[in-house]
């Protein structure tokens, strides 16, 4: 075996080790330093404070939850990114559990005369975890119901809105 000490590493084999200053401390009784220095250091990982800082879910207009009921205030269009040329239907809801509002789209070909203002929808995410899905810009989120009654079965005539 090679063995030369050149200042303060060791040489075996044309490999060089550092023994002083290696970084971290490694001896028998240094399990503390360790768990704390990585305790402490975990906070730069953006995906771990995100998820314990807990501001994510006070951001979140549905609180953590995946659906929320809401009130429709006004119908808008929304113009479409380019490449592509349409108005996107879509509806102002204000949420009933914490008073947010949100933009929700109305899916399928004239699904917006099922929805009017004043009527209470039920919202759900767009399927991209809290960003704009397609071509939709600031669209999060797209309304499943209409006054307790599924927006597919309205749009195939399976069912009707309920009069009030």
Request: net charge positive.
């Amino acid at each position: 075996m090679l063995r030369s000490l050149v200042g303060s590493e060791m040489c075996i084999r044309d490999r060089c080790y550092n023994q002083m200053g290696s970084g971290k401390p490694r001896g028998i009784r240094c399990a503390r330093k360790l768990r704390v220095h990585r305790r402490e250091n975990r906070w730069a990982l953006k995906a771990y404070k995100k998820k314990h800082l807990g501001t994510a879910l006070k951001c979140n207009p549905f609180g953590g939850s995946s659906h929320a009921k809401g009130i429709v205030t006004e119908k808008v269009g929304i113009e479409a990114k380019q490449p592509n040329s349409a108005i996107r239907k879509s509806a102002r809801v204000q949420l009933i559990k914490n008073g947010k509002k949100v933009t929700a789209f109305v899916p399928r070909d004239g699904c917006l005369n099922f929805v009017e203002e004043n009527d209470e929808v039920l919202v759900a995410g767009f399927g991209r975890s809290g960003h704009a899905k397609g071509d939709i810009p600031g669209v999060r989120f797209k309304i499943v119901k209409v006054a307790g009654v599924g927006l597919w079965a309205l749009f195939k005539e399976k069912k009707e809105k309920p009069r009030t």
